[in-house]
């Protein structure tokens, strides 16, 4: 069964409070940033709400009060993380002067991931998942971040997909949503790979990446 792109447009992600209030919403965010932070600090494994609770300089009960637990507090990190993504993506595409096809898509959307790769609190432990290979206790289902339904790179590619709009409608819709999925798969291996060793990612691997993925979706994708 396929899933229509725009459903997860404004995806919410996993169901958690919403803050209504702006004292709560700046609460909500102050936790996510303090999360975000730690995270730089003792990784993914290590971390705990309490410590978040305190970095954050709000009560446990008021963590508590918008996540359930660890597994939902990171959730709301990686879902925050995408939708900043792709903000930032949609508007590098909106800069370009030229019409952008698959193949400069491409390019953007990895020179906007290595950018928050380079920059964001927390993004080099999770950026739309987990990054690391280890499942801290606490988190249950680290496949399904930022969406029940479906694994967190087929929600990414589900979301490129709606961004991408007229770019990605030709042919199947469920066929182009795979080949963004795997391209996403492949795409997080070789990053993986440039920034094991180099806290600002290996330049010929992020090279090597734009070219794997740009290859093998302008051979997947229908030309429109």
């Known amino acids: 069964m396929s899933v229509d792109a725009r459903s997860l447009q404004h995806s919410p992600g996993p169901a958690r409070r919403r803050p209504v209030q702006q004292r709560s919403q ?34 446990i009960g008021t963590l508590y009060q918008f996540f359930a637990g660890k597994e939902d507090l990171l959730a709301a ?9 792709l903000q930032r993506l949609d508007a590098r595409l909106a800069r370009s002067v030229n019409p952008v096809g698959p193949a400069g898509f491409t ?24 990054s690391g290979t280890a499942v801290p206790a606490g988190v249950r289902d680290e496949t399904h971040l930022l969406d029940a339904s479906v694994d967190n790179n087929t929600a990414v590619a589900l979301r490129l997909q709606a961004l991408g709009g007229e770019l990605f409608e030709a042919g199947d819709p469920a066929a182009t949503t795979l080949a963004l999925r795997v391209a996403l798969e492949a795409a997080d291996a070789v990053l993986k790979l440039a920034f094991r060793g180099d806290p600002q990612g290996d330049p010929a691997l992020i090279a090597e990446c734009k070219r794997l993925v740009r290859g093998y979706l302008v051979q997947r994708l229908p030309a429109r």
């Open 107 to 130: 390019d953007l959307a990895v020179e906007e991931f290595v950018a928050m790769k380079r920059a964001v609190p927390g993004f080099g432990q999770v950026d739309f998942g987990l």
């Open 77 to 85: 990190l990686a879902t925050r993380n995408l939708d900043h993504y």
């Open 26 to 59: 700046e609460r909500y965010g102050r936790i996510l940033d303090a999360c975000a932070g730690l995270l730089d600090e003792v990784g993914a494994t290590a971390l705990t709400t309490k410590e978040v609770a305190q970095r954050a300089q709000v009560p």
